[in-house]
Structures are given as structure tokens and as C-alpha cells.
């Protein structure tokens, strides 16, 4: 009995006398913007003017999830012709880019507008916007905005007349955030 006082006495002054300390550790957590992006595949399209009504009327080829933007915040997407070749001498402005919001998109799509029949500019001109978006592409966890591109190629009969054989109009992208 007398042990189990004594245990007893000595848990009693352990427990007593036990200290707490606490301390203060800072995290210095800086935001900065973010802003990346991508033009993805198919990197080239092939269209063939093979018909008249192709030669009349234009082709339209569509890039399904073709430019895909992370931004913190609102961005612009633009688009300007690269250095024309080929043997017809075929004019960027023969070129109409449409933007819709991509079949895979998840992220945020409030604030964007969309470009429509935006005629392509030739080298050296001021690139076209293509997409506006007044905000950040986030929604949730989800960081990325997916843009369908529409390219109407040569409608009119734009290239009507023209020599045949290979021709290629390179499509510059570029974003950037206000």
C-alpha cells in the first residue's frame, strides 16, 4: 500500500508540474502571376482545294482543344502570319480564325470573349485578338483554359486562279496578360 501512495504522490507531482511551451513559426507566402500556354496538336492541317466548291466556298478546319492558357489572371490571345511560302504567294488574309471554348475545358469561363471571322494579318502587321479573357483561367484545382480553333481557309475564291502545289501559312500565337 505504501508503494502505491508513494506511485501515486509521484505521478501526481509529474503531472503538476509539466510545462507547455509554444512558439511562432511565420510562412511568408508570396503570389505571384502565373501565365503559360500552348498550341497543341494537330501542329499542322492539311486541306486540300481539290473541288470547285472547295475553291468557292473555303475550307473549314477545325483544331479541337488547340490553344490551352493558364493564367492567374485576365489574358489576351493573339494571332499574326508567319513567313508565307509556297509557289501561289497566298495572302494571310485569306485566313478567318473563329475561338469557341474547347470540348475538354475545365476551367474557368466567365469573362471570355471569343474571336469570330477574325481575319488573319500578314507578317509584320499588329497580330489579331483571338481571345479576350477578363479573367484568371482557375476554376477550383482546375488551372487551364482549352480553346477549339476554327480556320475558314480561302473562302470566296480567294485562292482561285492561283499556281498549284504546296503552300504554307504559319499562325503565330501569342498571350499575354494586361
Do not use: C, R
Not at 6 to 22: D, E, H, Q
Not at 79 to 102: H, Y
Amino acid at each position: 500500500m505504501k508503494k502505491v501512495i508513494i506511485t501515486i504522490a509521484i505521478l501526481a507531482v509529474s503531472l503538476l508540474s509539466t510545462k507547455s511551451f509554444a512558439q511562432t513559426a511565420n510562412l511568408n507566402i508570396t503570389l505571384s502571376d502565373v501565365l503559360s500556354f500552348s498550341v497543341t496538336q494537330p501542329a499542322s492541317l492539311d486541306v486540300n482545294f481539290d473541288t470547285e466548291a472547295k475553291y468557292t466556298n473555303g475550307i473549314t478546319a477545325l483544331a479541337t482543344d488547340h490553344v490551352s492558357v493558364t493564367s492567374s489572371k485576365g489574358y489576351v490571345v493573339k494571332a499574326v502570319a508567319g513567313t508565307v511560302t509556297g509557289s501561289a504567294a497566298l495572302a494571310p488574309g485569306s485566313i478567318k480564325i473563329t475561338s469557341a471554348i474547347g470540348s475538354t475545358n475545365n476551367g474557368n469561363t466567365a469573362g471570355i470573349t471569343y474571336g469570330s471571322s477574325v481575319t488573319l494579318p500578314a507578317s509584320g502587321s499588329s497580330p489579331a485578338t483571338v481571345i479576350t479573357a477578363s479573367n484568371s483561367s482557375w476554376s477550383g484545382s482546375n488551372a487551364t483554359n482549352k480553346f477549339n480553333i476554327s480556320y475558314l481557309i480561302g473562302a470566296g475564291g480567294a485562292y482561285a486562279g492561283k499556281t498549284t502545289g504546296l503552300n504554307v501559312i504559319p499562325v503565330t500565337y501569342t498571350v499575354t496578360q494586361p
